[in-house]
């Protein structure tokens, strides 16, 4: 029987992305006051440490400001305005006891759902020790974030615009009851930027402004087309009939004025009055008389202090006959998108003096001849060596990815030293030995395919500087061709660097990362007349593209090998990055038109990849189903072939089901399980042999009925090649790289592709070796027998 529309749809929308994860480890760019209290996700260290538009948004409006489930929809949406509007969205809330930025989309969940059950915390700056204390206590409780507990965390991970609803203010009758809110106190001394609509429409408004100018915070209001001054608005309407203090013309103004802050060094906040667009706002004189209505409720009926504002709310959805919720929605998605392009704009100025005000320190090899100077360059982009770099003929597999200089410094207290501590000591010089040496995933991928043998060719980019004349001299000592890197003149960017600073473990303790060069446009690069000539000379069976590109730029990597008849490989980088392949993929692109053949992520980055495969409607397509339906999925599902073929815990964190949603536009996916082993999940078209072969039926999920497009579905779960004791584990880095580069090496090998199932040991026992080899990808891979 074949699996039902309705069927596919349940099986995608239910299965459980499991928070308890065992990814490969990744690199950690910012140490934003990661501790057990506070947790910054990876995709907002990445952003804030590359310089990209951050908009803060706070999680409140989900705990305790709408129902569950209408609060993850809010949540999605709003994350999904940021995106949109060129920003990366950092949601803010407390899961278990720890302060979390960047809350992922099972979080997301996790979180929302307890307005169901209100057991959720509203946390605010006073609450932020109570709640983390009593985590570490073991009693975890989980915590909405107001607008002063999210500003202060904020501030904290280095985030400098916050986008909500509405701002806190003094009660009416404040100046006897002393009623005031925190979020007030919080922009006198907080640097962060508040876009708001205002504060509540039952609040005292001319105190709340006297309050905010005592302590000293900027407030304007948006004049959103009026010409003149402007009412400060009063939340559900555009006026309130007390003119605002200052008047904002548009985003570009907003954020200079952030920046002539920040530079000021001045260290309160700002805020930003967006009043809520026109077809949504209540008419003032109606909203007065509700809102005096509901005053006189609560106060017969005795609500004060933090149940005053609910309570008051409630009335005003319930006499306003719901206006006031559809006002609330429609302001929250209009003052996130002010605040996404605002935090645009403000990336803008910040990149504009970064070169001017950056220094860095460039890594140089002993094989780097002293007179190698920038003066012998000519153009501002070409081949990166100096005279006829050694060309590639015939390429098997080509790598197109991140190519850094490595420094390591590892911790080393002096001899005879009498010190306990094992970590550096921060503000002070500290003994360390420091290594250095070539890293970025694409190298990685490119040495581990090149020493089990494969003709490769790595495309990758560098700035005309030390740095990058160290890292093409590595290359060449490692036997690389250079032929296929590009050298940008200094205006146009640095090399990539990264810089790790470790204990005397080894373990991390901070790293600072300035891939920047790699996140260039495709207008800064030259794919035609550069890269497109070597492709299409070489004529690889497989190109590699990691993640690391911008997302136009991984697109035309894919669109460019495509044309010329190359497979594609994708590598996800990270969590945050796995995104940018989901960003180039239509819903045309589906088997038979799949323009990406293999993607190697680990399991965060697979349900990553999952949730914005989810998020930009392609599991909803018809072409999408059309290869779902020819699967030949039972409808009335297959745990227990599933749970059969990997174990009950992979099934339950729907890693097997996540990979299966992702077959139709990437027909085979091998998923790092990281002491797990791998999961090997793949499409197979009509005719395979495998389908017929005694050896491979275990392996074979489901067959298609009747179908000229899909033949079955294959699925095998790879246990480790060993369990490494924690000593015997060298360095973490480049092991899963290594995976990939083996695996691809292997399917460009001979006359023909070999199946993946018959490499995948191959690359696991060569990812092991990497694990016990210091410095990156193992030396000792050449008698793998590829």
Not at 200 to 205: A, G, N, P, V, W
Not at 643 to 664: C, E, H, Y
């Amino acid at each position: 029987m074949l699996v039902t529309r309705a069927a596919a749809r349940l099986c995608g929308r239910t299965t459980r992305i499991s928070a308890a994860r065992a990814p490969r480890p990744t690199r950690c760019y910012h140490d934003l006051g990661q501790s057990k209290f506070l947790k910054v996700s990876e995709e907002i260290r990445d952003a804030v440490a590359t310089g990209k538009p951050v908009v803060a948004l706070e999680s409140t409006i989900y705990t305790h400001g709408f129902p569950y489930p209408e609060s993850v929809a809010l949540a999605s949406l709003l994350e999904s305005v940021v995106r949109v509007n060129g920003g990366v969205p950092a949601t803010i809330g407390i899961l278990n006891g720890v302060a979390r930025v960047g809350l992922d989309a099972e979080e997301l969940i996790e979180l929302a759902s307890t307005a169901e059950k209100k057991n959720a915390l509203k946390v605010s700056r006073r609450d932020l020790g109570y709640i983390c204390g009593l985590g570490l206590a073991g009693k975890p409780l989980h915590g909405g974030t107001t607008v002063s507990g999210t500003m202060m965390l904020a501030h904290m991970a280095g985030i400098k615009v916050f986008g909500t609803g509405g701002l806190g203010g003094v009660h009416r009758g404040g100046e006897n009851s002393m009623d005031i809110s925190a979020d007030l106190t919080e922009l006198g001394r907080t640097p962060v930027a508040v876009i708001s609509s205002g504060c509540k429409s039952f609040l005292d408004i001319p105190r709340t402004l006297e309050y905010l100018e005592t302590e000293g915070v900027c407030v304007g209001t948006f004049a959103d087309g009026r010409q003149g001054s402007v009412d400060f608005p009063a939340f559900f309407t555009r006026d309130s009939g007390i003119k605002s203090p200052k008047v904002i013309q548009n985003e570009a103004e907003a954020a200079a004025i952030i920046y002539a802050q920040s530079k000021l060094a001045v260290s309160s906040g700002i805020h930003f009055a967006n009043p809520v667009p026109l077809e949504q706002s209540i008419p003032k004189e109606d909203m007065d008389a509700i809102i005096e209505e509901a005053l006189h409720l609560a106060q017969v009926e005795g609500f004060q202090g933090s149940d005053n504002t609910p309570f008051v709310l409630a009335k005003i959805k319930e006499l306003s006959g719901g206006k006031s919720v559809v006002a609330n929605r429609t302001l929250v998605e209009a003052n996130v998108e002010r605040a996404a392009k605002v935090a645009v704009e403000l990336s803008k100025l910040e990149q504009s003096d970064k070169g001017q005000s950056d220094r860095h320190m460039p890594a140089i090899p002993e094989t780097v001849k002293a007179d190698h100077t920038a003066s012998e360059v000519k153009s501002n982009l070409k081949p990166a060596t100096e005279g006829a770099p050694r060309k590639v003929e015939k390429a098997e597999v080509l790598v197109a990815g991140s190519l850094a200089i490595d420094l390591s410094c590892d911790y080393s207290p002096l001899v005879g030293e009498s010190t306990t501590t094992t970590t550096p000591v921060p503000q002070t010089s500290n003994p360390a030995v420091i290594g250095q040496s070539l890293g970025g995933v694409g190298h990685n991928v490119a040495i581990a395919a090149s020493r089990v043998g494969s003709s490769v060719l790595f495309c990758s980019v560098v700035g005309d500087d030390l740095s990058g004349r160290a890292a093409l001299s590595a290359l060449q000592a490692e036997n690389l061709a250079t032929e296929g890197v590009q050298m940008l003149s200094a205006s146009s960017g640095r090399t990539a660097q990264y810089v790790a600073i470790n204990d005397t473990q080894k373990d991390l303790v901070v790293a600072m990362a300035d891939m920047g060069i790699m996140e260039l446009p495709e207008d800064k690069l030259d794919f035609e007349g550069f890269w497109e000539p070597i492709i299409s000379r070489t004529k690889p069976r497989w190109v590699v593209a990691d993640a690391n590109w911008s997302p136009a730029v991984l697109a035309k990597w894919i669109a460019v090998a495509t044309k010329h008849g190359a497979r594609v490989a994708f590598e996800p980088v990270s969590t945050a990055k796995s995104r940018r392949l989901l960003a180039a993929i239509r819903d045309s692109d589906a088997v038979p038109n799949n323009s990406v053949s293999l993607a190697a992520p680990n399991q965060l980055e697979l349900s990553t990849m999952y949730m914005a495969a989810r998020e930009r409607g392609l599991l909803e397509s018809d072409n999408w189903f059309n290869v779902i339906d020819a699967m030949g999925i039972p409808s009335s599902g297959a745990r227990d072939r599933l749970v059969f073929m990997t174990s009950a815990d992979l099934v339950d964190q729907g890693i097997p089901q996540q990979s299966i949603q992702l077959l139709p536009f990437i027909p085979c996916i091998i998923t790092k399980l990281g002491a797990q082993g791998v999961l090997l999940t793949q499409l197979l078209r009509a005719g395979d042999p495998r389908l017929t072969s005694p050896e491979a039926s275990p392996y074979i999920l489901s067959r298609g009925i009747g179908s000229d497009l899909v033949g079955g579905l294959y699925m095998r779960h790879f246990t480790p090649a060993a369990v490494l004791e924690q000593g015997d584990i060298v360095s973490v880095n480049g092991a899963g790289d290594t995976l990939l580069g083996v695996i691809v090496a292997g399917l460009a090998k001979g006359a023909t592709d070999r199946q993946v199932e018959n490499v995948l040991p191959i690359a696991q026992e060569a990812s092991l070796r990497t694990l016990k080899s210091a410095g990156g990808v193992s030396d000792d891979l050449g008698g793998l027998g590829l």
